[in-house]
């Protein structure tokens, strides 16, 4: 069964500290993302990779390939950084049955971020 | 501004009625998607729609319909058939696949929360 998990589920941390959050999958991919989600719902796209690292501000995201395993990195963590993070993947084609533009997600990771 | 719109944000539904939720998009993107979010789940596909007028079946799509007869809109049906339709409905749009892309990146809705009573 091809499968997404993350770890941890739940997270918090003291303002400041470095995070790291953990995806793992079962079969090879085309592409994996990361995703937040607010308390409110709404969901925004963080990053698309297909390999190696990629930086905006205190976020990085890394992956690597072989191991099938990504991680997500928040440095000098703050409160507003508080949110569901959510690692999906599109299979590559001959693992997945469906339009290779479909997503399948993790269950996500709660992170709380106390001042 | 562009961007994907649903609505209501709080739908709530008697037994045995079906409701029908609101996606809009104008970004011109090509492919839509509707989502099914349980606590302690990850997201579930309920259809997705690859073009205008043709639609098809995610992992659980029974209980649920859906019309593509816009570009921008692709409304989802919850039916008197869905045995548990309490949930949060999350809408998503992406450009689409086309020749050698396989992935995008999927741009999402605020959501819908759907009780019934």
């Known amino acids: 069964k091809n499968e997404v998990e993350q770890s941890p589920q739940n997270l918090t941390a003291q303002e400041g500290e470095f995070i790291t959050i953990n995806c793992s999958y079962s079969v090879g991919i085309s592409a994996l993302h990361w995703l937040q989600q607010h308390p409110g719902g709404g969901i925004v796209s963080l990053f698309m990779?297909?390999?190696g690292k990629k930086k905006h501000g205190r976020l990085i995201a890394t992956i690597n390939i072989q191991e099938k395993h990504s991680s997500l990195h928040i440095t000098a963590s703050h409160p507003r950084d508080s949110a569901v993070y959510i690692c999906a993947v599109n299979f590559s084609r001959v693992n997945y049955g469906g339009s290779q533009g479909n997503l399948i997600f993790g269950k996500g990771t709660k992170l709380s971020v106390k001042p | 501004d562009g961007g994907i719109t649903q609505s209501p944000k709080y739908l709530f539904r008697k037994e045995g009625q079906n409701v029908t939720l609101s996606c809009e998009q104008n970004l011109n993107h090509d492919a839509m998607y509707w989502y099914r979010q349980d606590p302690g789940q990850g997201l579930r596909l309920i259809y997705y729609?690859?073009?205008?007028?043709?639609?098809q079946k995610g992992d659980i799509a029974e209980g649920y319909s859906v019309s593509r007869e816009k570009k921008e809109s692709f409304p989802l049906t919850v039916t008197s058939a869905q045995k548990n339709p309490t949930a949060f409905y999350l809408c998503?749009?992406?450009?689409?696949?086309?020749?050698?892309?396989?992935?995008?990146?999927?741009?999402f809705g605020p959501g819908t929360r759907l009780t019934v009573l």
């Open positions: 998503a749009s992406s450009r689409g696949l086309a020749g050698l892309i396989t992935y995008d990146e999927q741009f």
């Open positions: 990779l297909s390999s």
């Open positions: 729609s690859q073009i205008v007028n043709d639609f």
